[in-house]
């Protein structure tokens, strides 16, 4: 039990983590930008300038690129991609423990009576 539940969970992280990178890569997954604030801090005059020239080159580019474009419609990824990276420890574990305890009671309980005593800790 402890085998298949293993090796399901580590086929099962695979196909999640890959499936969430391809996700991503093909743009069905797109994460926010996180809020910045530069408020209440001092102003440096370097920023000023490059701010300046930055914009100045930002609006003639945005002139020359203002085209319009035809999307294809893109269908929504699949709800576990969108799962956070933290959580796949957990949730591998928990594949493990679910799998492995369904194969256990499938193929049956160990026969206590047939268990060599020099496989158990003398404790």
Known sequence: GAFSGMT????????????TNLATMR????????????AGCSVNATYQL???????NKSSTAASLNTSF??????DPLALYRLSY?????TGC????????IVSFITGLQDVSEL??????PG
């Open 27 to 38: 743009g069905e997954i797109v994460l926010p930008p996180k809020p910045t604030s530069i």
């Open 8 to 19: 399901i969970s580590l086929l099962f992280m695979f196909w999640l983590g890959f499936g």
């Open 50 to 56: 490059s701010h300046q020239i930055d914009n100045s």
């Open 86 to 90: 933290m959580w796949y420890s957990t």
């Open 94 to 101: 928990f594949i493990v423990i679910i799998i492995g305890m």
């Open 116 to 121: 060599s005593p020099l496989l158990l800790s």
């Open 70 to 75: 035809t999307t294809e419609e893109q269908s």
